[in-house]
């Protein structure tokens, strides 16, 4: 059995961690498939060290009851909202994958399966020789990708599983599908028709459009989240 789903977005500020945070939730109180369920953000930019409850780290450490510290549920975060690479240098340290594993696999002797939600797109660089695609091939996990359901977001999502169909041999049995999340409440044409088209140009499921929450405890996410992404979820960590 696989002892985790990564979630990887199509960039930043795609809605990753409203998504993590959801699945975590729902899973512990659905006791999904009699399992426990814990959380991961392994990097994080962007965040003051006086003000660490603003950080995507603490929203997933509630959302599953973790009782382990931060730092090990985000073993790299840094105040300048750059490039992890970047971000990191500024404050004199490197990010190392080996670290991030070792890390994962000490978590997994207490949980069933952990989400480990990555920082940035697919492509973003963690090092000068490594990106997200490095990690997440290390990790070796199942993974969801999380997408804005915008105007744009077709090319955005089609590059990125281009990219690592190109890179995963075993890619069909690892991806889980797409979320096309929609950040707004705003309807469009847009919105309708995304999901379409991208079925039209990859055989990869696209697990239906999430809903526009702007609710305290993301009811209107959990339902969605329920309804399509559960099913696809439960093959996956059954294998």
């Known amino acids: ?82 490039a992890p690479v970047l971000a990191a240098e500024k404050e004199n340290n490197l990010i190392q994958i080996d670290t991030i594993k070792k890390a994962f696999n000490t978590l997994s002797q207490k949980y069933d399966v952990l989400f480990v939600e990555l920082a940035g797109g697919l492509l973003v660089p963690l090092n000068h020789t490594q990106t997200n695609l490095d990690l997440l091939k290390t990790l070796d996990l199942p993974f969801l990708l999380v997408s804005k359901n ?7 999502i089609l590059l990125t599983l281009s990219v690592l169909k190109n890179e995963l041999i075993d890619f069909h049995q690892r991806c889980i599908g797409v979320i096309l999340n929609n950040i707004t409440a705003v309807d469009s ?41 559960l099913p696809e979820l439960s093959k996956k960590l059954s294998l």
Not at 22 to 37: G, H, I, P, V, W
Not at 54 to 76: F, P, Q, R, V
Not at 196 to 221: G, M, Q
């Open 150 to 156: 915008v105007l744009g977001g077709i090319n955005h």
């Open 1 to 82: 059995m696989k002892k985790g789903i990564i979630i990887i977005g199509t960039d930043t500020g795609v809605g990753k961690t409203k998504i993590t945070t959801a699945l975590l939730e729902l899973c512990n109180q659905k006791n999904f498939l009699s399992k426990r369920y814990g959380g991961m953000k392994p990097i994080e930019t962007g965040i003051m060290p006086t003000e660490p409850e603003e950080s995507d780290a603490i929203l997933i450490k509630k959302a599953a009851k973790m009782d382990e510290s931060l730092d090990m549920i985000c073993l790299y975060s840094f105040r300048y909202p750059l």
């Open 189 to 229: 044409i847009v919105k309708k028709t995304n999901g379409e088209l991208i079925r039209k140009f990859t055989s990869v499921p696209v697990l239906s459009s999430a809903p526009y929450d702007n609710t305290f405890d993301n009811r209107y996410i959990k339902t969605f989240l329920k309804t399509f992404v």
